[in-house]
C-alpha cells in the first residue's frame, strides 16, 4: 500500500485545516491510520490515530478537542479536521499505517510523505 498525504497550507491563528490521506495498492481494512508531526531539529511526534473497522479513535493531549479524525471508507481515504490551531500546530504533517492504536514510530511500517502545515499568528 502507499500513502498519500495532502491538505497542508498556510493558515492563520484559530482557522481550521483538514488534511487527507488516501491509500492506494489496497485498501486500509484492517489497519489503523495514525497521523505524525514533525518541526525540523525535533522528533517526530504522534498526533492521533483511528482503526479503520470500527473506527476507534487516539489523540495526543496537545490536540485534544480540537482535532478529530474520520474516514471515507469508499474512497479508502482518511482525514485529520484540525481546528483552533495555532503556531504551535506548525509542522509537516506524515500519515502512517499501521496495525495498532500505540503512538510510537515503531507500530506504523507505510509511512507517505509529508504534508506541510504552517500556522501564522
Same mark, same amino acid.
Given at each position: %500500500?502507499?500513502?498519500?498525504?495532502?491538505?497542508?497550507?498556510?493558515?492563520?491563528?484559530?482557522?481550521?485545516?483538514?488534511? *487527507? @490521506?488516501?491509500?492506494?495498492?489496497?485498501?486500509?481494512?484492517? /489497519?489503523?491510520?495514525?497521523?505524525?508531526?514533525?518541526?525540523?531539529?525535533?522528533?517526530?511526534?504522534?498526533? /492521533?490515530?483511528?482503526?479503520?473497522?470500527?473506527?476507534?479513535? /487516539?489523540?495526543?493531549?496537545?490536540?485534544?478537542?480540537?482535532?478529530?479524525? *474520520?474516514?471515507?471508507?469508499?474512497?479508502?481515504?482518511?482525514?485529520?479536521?484540525?481546528?483552533?490551531?495555532?503556531?504551535?500546530?506548525?509542522?509537516?504533517?506524515? @500519515?502512517?499505517?499501521?496495525?495498532?492504536?500505540?503512538?510510537?514510530?515503531?507500530?506504523?511500517? %507505510?509511512?507517505?510523505?509529508?504534508?506541510? %502545515?504552517?500556522?501564522?499568528?
Amino acid at each position: %500500500v502507499q500513502l498519500q498525504a495532502s491538505g497542508g497550507g498556510s493558515v492563520q491563528t484559530g482557522d481550521s485545516l483538514r488534511l *487527507s @490521506c488516501a491509500a492506494s495498492g489496497r485498501t486500509f481494512s484492517s /489497519a489503523v491510520i495514525a497521523w505524525f508531526r514533525q518541526v525540523p531539529g525535533k522528533e517526530r511526534e504522534f498526533v /492521533a490515530a483511528m482503526s479503520w473497522r470500527p473506527g476507534n479513535t /487516539a489523540f495526543a493531549e496537545f490536540v485534544k478537542g480540537r482535532f478529530t479524525m *474520520s474516514r471515507d471508507i469508499d474512497r479508502n481515504t482518511a482525514h485529520l479536521e484540525m481546528n483552533s490551531l495555532t503556531p504551535e500546530d506548525t509542522a509537516l504533517y506524515f @500519515c502512517a499505517a499501521g496495525s495498532t492504536l500505540l503512538p510510537f514510530e515503531s507500530e506504523y511500517r %507505510v509511512w507517505g510523505q509529508g504534508t506541510q %502545515v504552517t500556522v501564522s499568528s
